[in-house]
């Protein structure tokens, strides 16, 4: 072959892959983007459902030996070792949990995390990294500027029954994940992933296009009024600047998207009537058209201010490392001093204690709050979980039923520890929680090695998923992103791509790939089942609303049929046999749902209720007083 042919050759080769990785990032940004549109993949449908197509893709493409496409490094196959052992570990809680259902739920959740960790690192090579990051960077700014859209634009957005369930946070920004905290660590986790892009892309238009929806994403995390979103955003922002090979433009870049995101959220603070309401009014409506085109403004001058500057400078200015060493004294004495001026144990008195903040300024006066809005109360109470079985926990799932009877007085209802970590200490012991940490700490300690060692020109993905990476971990500590499946699909994905490897496609055996191919089967079989449970239980539901107490009643037990241990099924019969006015079928299903799950208060306050109903009058004092003892703050029982 003569030399042009060759090189009309390779250029047609790299277009391929250009295209290839293209449509990579794109496929990486829609997924991201449906899945936080619906709820952030918080129902249990559609966590199901994403289970399923997960493990059936992977054993498929294990089998036809199509994955991995590069060797696993052995930090990956630790990892996968680790994760399968903590699902493992929440499988083998069910032996002593009050409730196999809420076990089971948590397995589901663990075993999808497994399998996006597993699919991640069997897709994904160092020469794909970029296009990992660019993907969930378009992803996370398409979600932030939905999100930005529907309070500036209301009409077209709906408002998915928030104001009616929770009318106090209906002026804090949730759209489309329905959860104001998520939103805002998810926008976060976004932004050093857009900031290597700025960075690192050959054209200078599209790196001011990266840098420029990030004064937007600010804007979202400040209507979020989020304490946590904030404290991502500096933790990956520092990590990027940490981990990156050449930290200068970095740093150009973080700071030309502050100076943008200060005057888009101040452009906002002066409009108090679309950051706090009341919303909907013609006032704030007029307020929004006009916020999006000054947004819109922002963003631009903040993305074009960056490419020219990157176009004056490049190659022109060489920052003494001296400088840079003082820079960073510098700025860790600042942190010290902010530190130590801010009062800490006057701020940790203030965590401790239950909230209050200004409801004519919420957004303001709740984001330099020091509350740890019950927090605190929610930690202690899971180490105390802890504490009464240290060594297995009291059971994945159990947390919930352990915070309603074991919560301080005037403190509401919550399923989760708002803590990754004490919750699964609390709930796996400190086996569960050493496997979680183990498997952690080899994420990003791998991660960060491989990071360190690999070229200057690979390095920017590296450390920028990384960042999000860390961001998140971090994030998972002080709120319940494990539960939020996009956040923490977005976390895992980024730290798992970390520890890509770049060496040749490994020759899988047979015996790993009817392995993996049976492991997955086994999986999408148990993720079919509680789906098909939760869907038939979405119809009898819907039948009692519409007044079909028959259908209600068929549908409920063919759930029950499906997953006979279940008590939310046995729960449904209960209910619907109750409005068929047969009180024994009722009765008997709701005795047998407080054996599936005698932690339960409702369900001994339902038994209390359909016992009266049929005059058993000292069952039904016996029932509620078991209620009463599973909650005692509640008013009623008081």
């Known amino acids: 072959m003569t030399e042009p042919s060759l090189h009309v050759t390779r250029s047609v080769a790299s277009t391929r892959t250009s295209v290839a990785g293209a449509w990579a990032s794109v496929g990486i940004a829609a ?91 069997a897709v994904a ?32 957005f709906p408002t998915r029954g928030i104001p009616e369930f929770l009318p106090g946070t209906v002026t804090r920004l ?24 700025a960075v690192s892309w050959r054209s200078l238009p599209m790196r001011g296009l990266a840098l420029a929806p990030v004064p937007a994403m600010a804007a979202v995390i400040y209507l979020c009024s989020s304490r946590g979103g904030v404290i991502a955003l500096l933790v990956g922002a520092m990590a990027l600047v940490v981990l990156s090979a050449d930290r200068w433009p970095v740093v150009a ?28 009014t013609e006032a704030v409506l007029d307020q929004g058209r006009t916020m999006a085109i000054i947004v819109a403004g922002i963003c631009a001058a903040t993305g074009a201010l960056f490419a020219l500057a990157s176009w004056l400078i490049r190659g022109r200015i060489r920052i003494p490392r001296a400088l840079g060493v003082a820079a960073a004294v510098l700025a860790v004495a600042t942190l010290v001093v902010g530190m130590a001026v801010a009062q800490p144990q006057k701020r940790f008195q203030a965590f401790k204690a239950f909230p209050t903040f200004t409801q004519a300024d919420f957004v303001n006066s709740h984001l330099t709050s020091g509350s740890g809005t019950g927090r605190w109360q929610q930690w202690t109470a899971a180490v ?70 690999c070229p200057s020109t690979e390095r920017s993905a590296r450390a920028a ?9 971090v994030a998972a500590g002080i709120d319940w992103m494990w539960e939020l499946t996009v956040v923490a699909l977005v976390g895992l994905i980024a730290l798992a791509a970390g520890v890509a490897s770049g060496n040749p496609k490994p020759r899988s055996s047979w015996s790993q790939r009817v392995g993996v191919t049976l492991t ?33 009643l068929a549908h409920a037990i063919t759930a029950r049929r499906i997953a006979p241990w279940a008590a939310s099924s046995l729960l449904q019969i209960a209910l619907a046999a109750e409005q068929e006015r047969d009180l024994v079928a009722a009765r008997a299903a709701i005795e047998l749902a407080t054996q599936r799950d005698p932690d339960d208060w409702l369900l ?9 109903k049929d005059g058993d009058a000292l069952e039904a004092e016996e029932s509620l007083r078991k209620a009463a003892t599973l909650n005692p703050r509640f008013q009623l029982f008081r």
């Open 31 to 121: 997924a991201l983007v449906w899945l936080a549109w619906n709820n952030g993949g918080y129902d249990a449908t559609v966590r199901y459902g994403v289970t399923i197509v997960v493990w059936w893709t992977l054993g498929l493409g294990v089998l036809l030996g199509l994955l991995p496409r590069a060797r696993l490094t052995q930090a990956g196959l630790v990892a996968l070792e680790l994760m399968a052992a903590l699902c493992a570990w929440t499988f083998a809680s069910s032996l002593w949990a009050s409730s196999a259902e809420h076990v089971l739920v948590e397995f589901n959740r663990d075993a999808l995390y497994l399998g996006v960790v597993a699919l991640a690192l």
């Open 520 to 552: 997955s089967v086994v999986i999408v079989a148990a993720s079919v089942v509680p789906l098909a449970t939760e869907l038939e239980l979405e119809a009898s539901r819907r039948d009692v609303r519409r007044g079909d107490t028959s259908g209600a």
């Open 253 to 280: 870049a973080l700071a030309t998207a502050w100076a943008g995101s200060a005057a888009a959220i101040y452009s906002f603070h002066v409009r108090p009537d679309l950051v706090n309401g009341p919303l909907g």
């Open 384 to 453: 105390d979980a802890w504490q009464e079985a240290p060594v297995a926990g009291i059971g994945a799932g159990g947390y919930k039923a352990y915070w309603v009877q074991h919560r301080p007085a005037d403190f509401g209802f919550v399923t989760d520890a708002h803590s990754l970590y004490l919750e699964t200490l609390g709930e796996l012991g400190l086996v569960g929680f050493l496997l979680l940490a183990a498997l952690l700490s080899v994420l990003v300690g791998a991660g960060g090695i491989r990071c360190g060692r």
């Open 174 to 197: 949730s759209f489309p994940l329905g959860y104001w905290n998520g939103l805002a660590i998810l926008t976060a986790l976004g932004v050093p992933l857009l900031v290597r892009g």
């Open 604 to 612: 001994w306050v339902t038994r209390s209720r359909l016992e009266t």
């Open 125 to 156: 090579r160092e020469s794909d990294l970029g296009r990992v990051a660019d993907g969930l960077a378009v992803g996370i700014a398409v979600v932030a500027m939905i999100a930005l859209a529907s309070r500036l634009f209301p009409d077209p």
């Open 465 to 473: 998923l990384l960042a999000a990476g860390l961001a998140f971990l």
